[in-house]
Nanobody
Framework: QVQLVESGGGLVQAGGSLRLSCAASGRTFSSYGMGWFRQAPGKGREFIAAINWIRGTYYADFVKGRFTISRDNAKNTVYLQMNSLKPEDTAVYYC????????????????WGQGTQVTVSS
């Protein structure tokens, strides 16, 4: 059974940084792609970034240059480093995986974590 557990969210001032972590268990982590998504209050879930099994990375346009996705296969963990945070980045952040070794975008996500809240104050 695949399980994903996010951590690292919190309250930060605009311009600050946070690093989110997502610990995976239940199967061979290194063989599968991963993705990060978020959902702001009153809005739909949106794709942020994804990483494939050989560490190729993909980003939504609105986070390019500010957010970085990475993975540590030895720790079964994927990270989202978020810099230059803005109030509009306030959302619940989710990691996800699926049954593909490629980047996990919305259509490929099958397993989801419980989410971690990120709040950016102005």
């Amino acid at each position: 059974q695949v399980q994903l557990v996010e951590s690292g969210g919190g309250l930060v001032q605009a311009g600050g940084s946070l690093r989110l972590s997502c610990a995976a268990s239940g199967r061979t982590f290194s063989s599968y792609g991963m993705g990060w998504f978020r959902q702001a209050p009153g809005k739909g879930r949106e794709f942020i970034a994804a990483i494939n099994w050989i560490r190729g990375t993909y980003y939504a346009d609105f986070v390019k240059g500010r957010f970085t996705i990475s993975r540590d296969n030895a720790k079964n963990t994927v990270y989202l480093q978020m810099n230059s945070l803005k109030p509009e980045d306030t959302a619940v952040y989710y990691c996800a995986t699926g049954d593909s070794s490629g980047p996990i975008t919305e259509g490929l996500a099958r397993y989801w974590g419980q989410g971690t809240q990120v709040t950016v104050s102005s």
